[in-house]
């Protein structure tokens, strides 16, 4: 077996040999000479081959009972430490490589319990506690787990159940290890907490968050979009999203799931694999380390749609040090040719997909829909070829090169493929030439990714000396096809919330008249970085300079936006304001404390208010903008930590 190295030592090696045994600028002038994406991904499949710098033997991490009982006792260290959080991921990790059946996968589950009883997530607890009974929990410590089970179905109101659960705990006494002593006192706990059960018992008043919904009715062609947005398109502005009619602060404009999505792997342990939902009672793959589930069900789906192939394939990429791109990438191709099944069919219908003329039709569905689950709508996504260095081309060229050798070599892709049906359509030999139209699909992927994936996120919150403190986490990145049209602004009129783990819901933070355009913001606002800042990193990412308001007029970072005497553009609602303002202050204050119910209706008007009246930048509205997305965040993604 290979030892895993990253793939930047692997590329550098690559870099090393062409200058050591080729002319560089011969080559560069070559590569840049080639047309076609497969062109370039097998020139630089040649050169690592000829390199020697394609892997022969890599292998995935095996399931191991000495490494899963290594971290589980890292687990137990942290959980007396009371890191419970910390605890929680460690023991996942315990369970991801604990052989499927094992005594030790059981006391993985056993020991995750115990911390999540200690966090009150008493429907959490319940599921390691069953999945630990119903495998190989040692008999002599199965009285520790009914106990368990007994105090977590007290806690949520279900005594009867409770009483039996201690009554069995009783009974397992029998088959412990205790001393005489510590027997005894056992027995007396477990008598007392029976005799308990009749006593009125705390109960679970969580409830279960509502889906969103548009303001208005779902838009006929745009399916993920409100019938409020409508696609324009512009040589100047590519395609993008304009308002119908006049849309007010709080309207829903896009609700989407992404046709694909992936957990940062820093994600894994305490997020599914495939729904992306927060989870502390993850159940493992079947047979790879890295990948853990909310479900079965989870695991099943994940199964057919993606990990199949994956599986033998995401663990190398990790342990490459490939980032969320490649890994989009990857699962866009599972999904686009269905992990290959598909992949004949593709072929065909690309050919068809790109002959579209019109620029403001491109990705529609034969029925006229733009539909982000049809592939039509990713292909077309832009990925500014013509804007990168021949270096970074290049660069991209030989990832698509190098990840389509692992998928060769790893997994069983191209095994269900039909070679001769595939063979006329594209050069070179067989069977090489299904292997240069997915590595020409990889390279379109890895061009699109990096200017159209967005982020699926959590924000955690922590009451903190009183005050509610947020922090919005990165879980994971995907493709959404309607997101990907939104131009960027640095002071941007709409805001991005993930849901139910990857769905994302996009509201308005602005008034936005009709016909006015859509505007999301790329990671660089103005109130958070200066001028030169965004216009340099909007540039090195995304390949264009930002022309917004803000960016035109210098606006000031947050510290230092104005909050006295402002400048009123109609001064007859100087006095509505005013007042509006005073009731805003006690509303931050609230907010601030954690009290968010029911403050986004008073919340959307003042901003409204504060467009009509007040000439930006200003302090207040900035203020008002953020209020707002604390109250979106605690009704999406979140998690309340300890």
């Known amino acids: 077996m290979e030892t895993n190295t990253s793939f930047d030592d692997k590329f550098k090696l690559l870099q090393k040999y062409i200058k050591e045994n080729y002319s560089v600028e011969q080559y560069s002038e070559m590569f840049s000479s080639l047309k076609n994406n497969h062109e370039k991904v097998g020139m630089a499949y040649y050169l690592f081959s000829e390199a020697n710098l394609l ?202 799931k992404p046709f694909a999505s992936v957990l940062l792997p820093s994600s894994y342990n305490n997020y599914c694999f495939h729904c992306k939902k927060r989870c502390h009672s993850l159940i493992p793959c079947l047979y790879c380390v890295v990948a853990m589930f909310c479900s079965e069900t989870c695991r099943s789906d994940s199964w057919d749609s993606d990990h199949r192939i994956e599986c033998g394939l995401v663990p190398l990429l990790v342990a490459l040090d490939f980032t969320k791109i490649e890994l989009i990438s990857l699962r866009t191709l599972m999904r686009a040719t269905s992990q290959g099944k598909s992949l004949i069919e593709l072929m065909e219908s690309i050919s068809e997909t790109d002959a579209a003329k019109d620029p403001k039709l491109k990705g529609l569905d034969d029925r006229g829909q733009y539909n982000s689950a049809n592939y039509k709508t990713v292909h077309h996504l832009v990925g500014n070829l013509e804007l990168r260095s021949n270096a970074d081309i290049f660069r991209r060229a030989a990832t698509a090169a190098y990840i389509l050798h692992l998928l060769e070599k790893n997994t069983d892709y191209f095994s269900s493929i039909d070679n001769t049906a595939i063979g006329e359509r594209v050069e070179n030999n067989l069977p090489y030439s299904a292997k240069l139209f997915v590595g020409g ?21 922590r009451k903190r000396e009183g005050e509610m403190v947020c922090e919005s986490v990165e879980v994971g990145g995907g493709l959404f096809p309607v997101l990907s049209l939104i131009n960027h602004s640095c002071d941007p009129n709409v805001v991005r919330h993930s849901h139910q783990g990857d769905l994302t819901v996009l509201t308005a933070i602005q008034a936005i008249p009709s016909g006015h355009q859509i505007f999301d913001n790329y990671g660089y606002h103005h109130a958070m970085h200066d001028v030169q800042t965004r216009q340099s990193s909007l540039w090195s990412q995304y390949h264009f300079s930002c022309v917004c308001q803000a960016c035109q007029e210098d606006w000031p970072i947050y510290s230092q936006l104005p909050d006295s005497n402002p400048t009123y553009i109609l001064p007859s609602l100087k006095d509505d304001v005013e007042k509006s303002s005073e009731i805003f202050q006690d509303v931050v204050r609230d907010i601030k404390s954690g009290e968010m119910d029911g403050k986004l209706a008073f919340l959307y008007a003042h901003l409204a208010l504060l467009h009509r009246s007040v000439k930006r930048p200003w302090k207040e509205y900035s203020v008002c903008q953020e209020a707002i997305k604390q109250c979106l965040s605690s009704k999406a993604n979140h998690y309340m930590a300890p």
């Open 55 to 256: 892997p022969h033997g890599l292998e995935n991490h095996p399931k191991s009972p000495k490494e899963s009982l290594a971290f589980r006792e890292k687990g137990n260290k942290e959980f007396l430490l009371k890191q419970d959080l910390l605890a929680v991921q460690t023991y996942s990790v315990s369970a991801a490589f604990a052989p499927i059946g094992s005594e030790e996968l059981a006391l993985a589950y056993a020991n995750r319990s115990a911390v999540t009883l200690s966090l009150n997530e008493f429907e959490t607890c319940l599921e390691d506690i069953d999945r630990a009974l119903a495998g190989k929990y040692p008999e002599h410590l199965k009285f520790k787990l009914y106990e368990r089970k007994g105090k977590c179905l007290k806690s949520i109101g279900k005594n009867k159940l409770a009483a039996e659960m201690f009554q069995l705990a009783l009974k397992s006494l029998s088959c412990s290890n205790l001393s005489e002593e510590k027997l005894i006192s056992t027995t007396s706990a477990f008598k007392n907490l029976l005799n308990s059960c009749s006593a009125n018992s705390y109960r679970d008043k969580s409830e279960k968050e509502c889906p969103p919904c548009f303001s208005e009715s779902r838009n006929e062609m745009i399916l993920s979009a409100s019938s409020l947005v409508q696609i324009e398109y512009s040589q100047e502005l590519g395609r993008h999203l304009v308002a119908t009619s006049d849309i007010e602060p709080g309207d829903v404009l896009v609700i989407e």
């Open 441 to 461: 699909l990889l390279f379109r992927y890895l061009m699109i990714v990096p200017s159209n994936a967005h982020e699926v996120s959590e924000m955690v919150m």
